[in-house]
């Protein structure tokens, strides 16, 4: 095979590979990179399988390959991040889970170290993936937005109820006062 094809061959890889990565990139809520230096296959596998339980998926990536990927999309301010070995993390599910997994992954393991990240299109540090890490669940935010926005009304019902509820005992005063006095 000449050497004129196979680097074409090449080119075109390298291309399918920074179109996919951009794929992922768009369809993910959320991405932690991280440098995976140290850490072991098993350790990667269970990574990995963790990962996946909350729909998050854990790629390997050329760093040449996720500068073009990111500069197409527009996200320069992660090129920073993109030394040494990098692990993507993106979240497809919940937008923090990518965050909360890796953060206690890295306690258990400290030679993972987050880089830092992206968020809904807006580049992140390190410490804001952390930090983000350690908000509650979207349902417990949710929960507690719905009981927020409950109890004022929650308060109008009852103070509604009470007044309803008087006026149901003045209006039955007068019906018995109006049947003595007419009896």
């Keep these: 095979m000449p050497q004129a094809t196979r680097a074409k061959g090449r080119r075109a890889e390298r291309e399918a590979k920074v179109a996919e990565l951009g794929r992922a990139l768009r369809a993910a809520h959320s991405a932690v990179l991280t440098d995976y230096r140290g850490l072991t296959v098993a350790d990667l596998t269970e990574l990995r399988r963790q990962l996946r339980k909350d729909q998050v998926e854990l790629r390997v990536v050329k760093n040449t390959l996720a500068r073009r990927a990111t ?69 417990v935010l949710l929960a507690r937005l719905v ?28 019906r018995v006062k109006r049947e003595q006095g007419q009896g």
């Design 147 to 174: 009981g927020t926005l409950q109890a004022p009304l929650t308060r109008l019902a009852v103070a509604l109820q009470g007044n309803l509820r008087g006026l149901v005992v003045a209006l039955d005063q007068v």
């Design 71 to 139: 500069e197409a999309l527009g996200l320069t301010g992660l090129h920073p991040l993109l030394e040494g070995p990098t692990a993507i993390a993106f979240g497809l599910g919940d937008p923090l889970a990518p965050s909360r997994i890796l953060s206690q992954a890295a306690r258990a393991l400290p030679q993972l170290q987050i880089k830092g990240g992206y968020l809904e299109g807006k580049v992140v540090s390190r410490e804001e993936v952390l930090a983000l890490a350690t908000l509650p669940p979207r349902e």
